[in-house]
Structure formats: C-alpha cells, structure tokens
C-alpha cells in the first residue's frame, strides 16, 4: 500500500475483532509513529501500549458515556495511549509544540496501523487526570491522545470533508483558486 493509499483509505474504527494484535505488528506500527518529524527533532512523544484486560478496563472511568469511541476501548485487543513530555519540546508564537508533535506521531501510527490491516481511532474527549492515575503517568507528562488498535469489525464509509477551496488559499488570505 502507498502513502496516497493510506492517506484516502484509513477510517476510525470503533468496532474490533478479539483477535489478539501481534507484538511485532505493535512494534512495527510504534517504530513507525517514532519517525514522526517534531520540533527541533526533540521527538517528546512517548507511547503506552495496554494489552492486558484489566489495564485496559481502568479507562472506562476516564471516558464520559456518551463517548461512542468507548466502546471501541472495550472491544479492542489493544489500546495505544499517546503522551508527551512538553519539557521536551517548545513553544514559539505562543504555540506549544509538544501537541503538534504527538499528533504527528499519532498520524503516523494510524495510517500505519492501517498499512497492516488495523484500525484506529483518535480519541481526545476523557478525563486526563483519571487516565494519569489509572496508568501511573507521571505528573509532567501530558496524555495527548490514544487509539483502540486492533482488526477492524466494520467498514465505515468515508465521512464529509470540506472543499479545498473552503480550506487553501492562494497568496493572499480568501484568495482560492484551487
């Protein structure tokens, strides 16, 4: 599969398979989100892979119940919690660059997960201190994000995207041309 393959292919998936994701596909998809480019290539992201039930059912709390993506974390085989140490990375412009640089890992991870035939899905809406507590995060690490990972169970149809010209613009702010 090509990059332009993965790029238009990948959905979020909220309904698994139990089969168990291998440990050299996990690995493989984690050394993949590592090569993410990052600020000053400080490269603050950091990765929690839960594969044991009962570690995987201590985020349940975490998560509101009209969260559809909590399902998916009770039906995945896996769960990929995505954290970043801000201390290792930078802030310019008031930018804090510790969360661009996990998303891009975390995009990276995602279409390589679906590169090897698994889904994911980018979840954002819980209880950050819950989730610290829970997993024995360290206080200064920022949980940034995590995705159910696992052999999808549906095949989502691709959802509404906004038009180019809605989005890019040529030399000058509104200008579209595309």
Not at 37 to 44: D, G, H
Request: net charge neutral.
């Amino acid at each position: 599969m090509d990059v332009f393959q993965a790029i238009t292919g990948r959905r979020s998936i909220r309904k698994f398979k139990t089969t168990p994701v291998e440990p050299g596909k996990i690995k493989q998809v984690l050394n993949l989100a590592r090569l993410a480019p990052s600020w000053k290539n400080l490269q603050c992201w950091r990765f929690l892979v839960l594969t044991e039930p009962e570690r995987i059912g201590r985020l349940f709390e975490a998560f509101p119940d009209d969260n559809p993506g909590k399902k998916a974390i009770a039906s995945a085989p896996c769960i990929v919690v995505v954290c970043a140490d801000p201390n290792e990375s930078g802030v310019e412009n008031g930018i804090e660059y510790y969360i661009a640089d996990a998303a891009l890992a975390f995009d990276h991870l995602c279409l390589a997960a679906y590169g090897l035939g698994l889904g994911t899905c980018w979840m954002g809406w819980y209880d950050e201190e819950r989730i610290k507590e829970a997993l024995g995060i360290p206080a200064g690490i920022k949980v940034v994000g995590l995705t159910p990972l696992g052999y999808p169970d549906q095949s989502p149809n691709p959802r509404p995207r906004k038009e180019l010209a809605e989005v890019a613009f040529s030399e000058e702010w509104g200008n579209s041309r595309w």
